[in-house]
């Protein structure tokens, strides 16, 4: 089986469910365990336990579970998920049995990259269109497709049939070119700016931002040198001489059920493990994004 099956290819009948309602934080694992289990067919796995696929989706098994159940797959008792008809099933949740067209608005040096990005189209989506208004960009051709002014857009965005448009402009042009694109008829974007975007009912946001990503990892970075910099005191785990004894799920801090725990400033109590945890949105929020 290839890692990604053709585009507009249709699974088995009757393999797949009716759509679902699916809540946001579930939508956001499905991609997750889509490429795990294209990377288990690759190396020929017909089936995978629940343990299997979760520890490959770096997910909890029972979460899995609960998550592929609200698709209607429960596997089979000692022998796991059918990997091809799983495949099916999230690959329809996720709207990918048809090749969706994409407009891409912005070609410096970011919507550059993603303009030569190869790997979309195995992933169900075909860049068709590229946008600026820079004329020294115009005329421009990447990776097949020549960059057209964003005046261009609502006419290719009807011939193109795009529902979808990225946004890789700086934050000042981003909320114009958000406009432009749901005048278009576009109902999905994706949001490279460094910005928070209005936009009416119906159109979804999603915002790519590496800036709050590094600022959390900086956040447990900080955390684990704070750790580190603290003396520990015999018989009472890591908590720091003179450090104010606080409660974590309604035990003491440094008594003798929480060796390991570790009063920090503000009160924050560490048991030496940390996890960054998605929001699960799909609206735009008000953190910052990084731009082109």
């Known amino acids: 089986m290839s890692q990604h099956r053709p585009i507009g290819t249709p699974g088995p009948a009757g393999a797949v469910p009716a759509l679902p309602d699916l809540p946001e934080a579930t939508v956001a694992r499905l991609p997750e365990y889509l490429r795990a289990l294209h990377n288990l067919a690759e190396t020929g796995n017909d089936t995978v336990s629940s343990e299997e696929l979760a520890a490959a989706a770096g997910v909890n098994s029972a979460k899995l579970r609960k998550d592929l159940s609200q698709l209607g797959s429960y596997g089979t008792r000692g022998v796991g998920y059918d990997v091809a008809l799983l495949v099916d099933q999230i690959e329809f949740v996720l709207g990918l049995t048809q090749c969706r067209a994409v407009a891409l608005v912005g070609v410096g040096n970011l919507g550059h990259a993603l303009a030569g990005y190869a790997g ?24 097949g497709l020549v960059v057209r002014h ?30 432009q694109l749901v005048a278009a008829g576009v109902t999905s974007i994706l949001n490279f700016a460094p910005c928070v975007l209005t936009v009416p009912d119906g159109v979804d946001v999603r915002k790519v931002d590496l800036a709050i990503e590094l600022q959390i990892l900086s956040f447990h970075e900080h955390r684990k040198a704070a750790l580190t910099g603290l003396p520990a005191r015999a018989g009472s785990g890591l908590t720091p001489p003179g450090a104010a004894l606080g409660t974590t799920n309604g035990a003491t801090l440094g008594g003798s059920g929480t060796a390991g725990l570790t009063a920090l400033p503000g009160g924050l109590a560490a048991t030496g493990t940390t996890e960054a945890t998605p929001t699960g949105k799909l609206r735009s929020t008000n953190a910052e994004a990084v731009g082109s």
Not at 120 to 143: K, S
Not at 150 to 179: F, K, W, Y
């Open 120 to 143: 979309f189209a195995g992933r169900g989506f075909r860049i068709a269109a590229l946008f600026d208004a820079d004329p020294a960009r115009l005329g421009e051709e990447i990776n």
């Open 150 to 179: 964003i005046d261009e857009l609502p006419r290719v965005a009807a011939e193109e049939g795009i529902s979808i448009g990225v946004i890789a402009t700086p934050a000042g042009a981003a909320q114009s070119v958000t406009d």
